[in-house]
């Protein structure tokens, strides 16, 4: 079960070829996915052969086989953890009760909406990242580039997958509008705000592997305990490959800090100007970019209060982070968590339903998650004798959505009138002054083991393979 068949159309390890009309169906929106890929894919690439990791089966030991591949080529397909035979829904009003291995009529729009919304993100962060190889700062980076774009097209299929099976005409309309939204269009964007943002940078790719990729984490993780057996068993493999997302940003970031570190001992200096004349990016310039990604993706989670979020986990939709490893009842009814909301020019914790909750408590659990690689971060610092720490940002600053949206607040969490976040946010968001400055280190530097200036080569190459390896071979 867990091997994977590619001697079939569609790789996949579903027994796919036994299911005729689901087999044509998806056979029918394959190509359309490969003009999708051909239109907003990653730019200039049709001709190269990337050092690429394929799924080669789904045990958590040597599941990856790697090889030089064209990636239009590249085997997408379908690719679920194996179940587990007897599987009980662990929380939620129906804990006890057998998983779905079908939709439940009464959850069908629900679950729909779910699948659709994370499906989305996936071919929506392909087209935000489509332009980054043509200012890659070594071939090292570009193949990471486009091992995480090939995978983030793989999280697509798992999920059209499924509404292909399980959601009739409804689904096949749905896989049809995956592929029609676009990132940032005004008349079609995608679903999600952070999904609608630029990636005009690498420090923003970095920041956004590492911040984004890790919101996608939490999501994948809540719904790897849904009573829905085959979104909980796609969603467990799809974590598999997210975690090399999140390892591409912690790195990345780590390697940036290294390299300014690096600068500001050899010039004895922590001032910007200097920094950037000696073109490497200012401490600064990086702490604001943490704020910026931090913030709009904390407001990925949702609402602070969410009826919607109660539904979900009460039918059994989606489940919190580690729901098995928690020692509560959960069912959560008339358990109470703490949110926060501005009272008497203040910020205060206020007592709400658990279950109206559950976004904040997968925000907290998220924030906590994150909080760990800056902490390594800061390691990097600490280790070059550099006094300064890199921190995210209080929860309550900069928010869009949710009860926070409505107040301004500092990165340490204190509220502001109006005018002092005026005087204040440039010293706290990226500026356009900061954006031009990273634009301009933006150059392609991608011979085998060289790297731009401002980024420090990584530790070690990809499957123990050199550094200066050939990753990408340009035809
Ligand atoms: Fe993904
Ligand atoms: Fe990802």
Redesign the pocket.
């Known amino acids: 079960m867990s091997g994977i068949n590619y001697s079939e159309k569609i790789p996949n390890n579903v027994n796919l070829s036994e299911d005729r009309t689901l087999q044509r169906a998806l056979e029918q929106w394959q190509p359309n996915f490969i003009n999708w890929w051909d239109d907003m894919g990653p730019t200039g690439t049709t001709d190269s052969e990337v050092y690429l990791r394929t799924a080669v089966s789904v045990d958590p030991q040597g599941w990856a086989q790697f090889g030089h591949v064209k990636m239009r080529d590249y085997r997408w397909g379908i690719f679920l953890n194996p179940g587990e035979a007897g599987r009980h829904i662990h929380f939620g009003d129906h804990k006890g009760e057998k998983a779905w291995q079908d939709v439940p009529g009464e959850h069908r729009a629900n679950l729909r909406r779910i699948i659709v919304t994370q499906g989305d993100t996936?071919p929506a962060s392909v087209e935000q990242q489509r332009h980054l190889g043509l200012t890659a700062p070594s071939m090292y980076d570009l193949r990471n580039l486009f091992q995480i774009n090939v995978e983030?097209g793989r999280?697509l299929w798992a999920m059209v997958y499924l509404l292909h099976k399980h959601f009739g005409r409804d689904g096949r309309e749905e896989a049809e509008g995956l592929l029609e939204r676009r990132s940032g269009d005004e008349n079609n964007p995608r679903i999600l705000g952070a999904f609608n943002e630029q990636t005009p940078d690498w420090l923003s790719f970095f920041m956004f592997t590492y911040f984004t990729d890790r919101d996608?984490k939490f999501q994948l993780c809540a719904l790897a305990e849904s009573a829905f057996d085959p979104l909980a068993r796609t969603s467990k493999f799809?974590l598999t490959e997210?975690a090399h997302h999140m390892f591409v940003g912690e790195s990345g970031i780590s390697r940036v800090i290294s390299r300014t570190a690096q600068k500001m001992n050899e010039l004895k200096t922590d001032d910007v100007n200097k920094l950037r004349a000696a073109g490497v990016i200012d401490l600064p310039t990086i702490q604001r970019y943490i704020n910026f990604h931090f913030s709009v993706t904390i407001d990925l989670f949702g609402a602070d209060e969410s009826s919607n979020a109660a539904t979900f986990y009460s039918s059994g939709l989606k489940g919190r982070y580690e729901e098995g490893k928690r020692v509560d009842d959960h069912v959560l009814k008339g358990q109470t968590y703490r949110v926060l909301e501005a009272r008497d020019g203040q910020l205060m914790e206020k007592e709400v339903p658990m279950l109206n909750a559950l976004n904040e408590v997968l925000r907290d659990d998220y924030i906590k998650d994150s909080v760990a690689g800056v902490e390594r971060w800061n390691k990097v610092l600490e280790k070059a004798g550099i006094p300064n720490r890199m921190k995210v940002p209080h929860k309550a600053f900069n928010r869009h959505i949710g009860a926070l949206s409505g107040v301004k607040v500092s990165p340490e969490g204190r509220l502001l009138s109006q005018a002092e976040w005026d005087a204040m946010a440039d010293q706290w968001l990226p500026t356009l002054q900061d954006r031009a400055y990273v634009a301009s280190l933006m150059g392609r530097c991608v011979e085998p083991g060289k790297f731009a200036n401002w980024i420090a080569p990584p530790v070690m190459g990809i499957n123990r393979q050199l550094v200066d390896f050939d990753y990408v071979r340009f035809n």
């Open positions: 996936e983030e999280h996608g799809m997210e």
